[in-house]
């Protein structure tokens, strides 16, 4: 049976928010949308503000679910939170990019992924 994947994602991003919390993380943002795009989650932690993407998947079929985050993703995420820096004016807080990877009921944060 084939998962809505609007209803899978939106499943991952709340597993992943409750993960983020438990620690320590300080959401700030979910779903911040702009003309560049998206980004699942922003949130502060150890100092840092941080741009985090999330991957949910049913399987490893086809890959992990960070796999997914390839250098055009990157480079997409990297411009959406420049803007969201100069909108806030946040530009002197140090950033990092998350990727959370969801797979079913397993959660892998890799904090710093690029």
């Given amino acids: 049976m084939r998962v809505n994947p609007k209803i899978l994602g939106n499943k991952g991003e709340n597993m992943a928010l409750k993960y983020l919390k438990s620690k320590g993380y300080k959401i700030i943002e979910q779903n911040f949308t702009c003309m560049l795009g998206e980004i699942d989650i922003i949130a502060r932690h150890d100092g840092f503000l941080v741009f985090v993407e999330v991957k949910t998947r049913t399987s490893n079929m086809f890959g992990r679910p960070a796999e997914a985050v390839d250098y055009r993703k990157q480079e ?3 411009k959406i939170a420049l803007y969201y820096q100069r909108v806030k004016g946040v530009f002197s807080e140090p950033v990092r990019f ?3 990877e969801v797979l079913g009921d397993e959660i892998n944060l890799i904090d710093g992924a690029f």
């Fill in 76 to 78: 997409k995420i990297r």
């Fill in 98 to 100: 998350d990727v959370v």
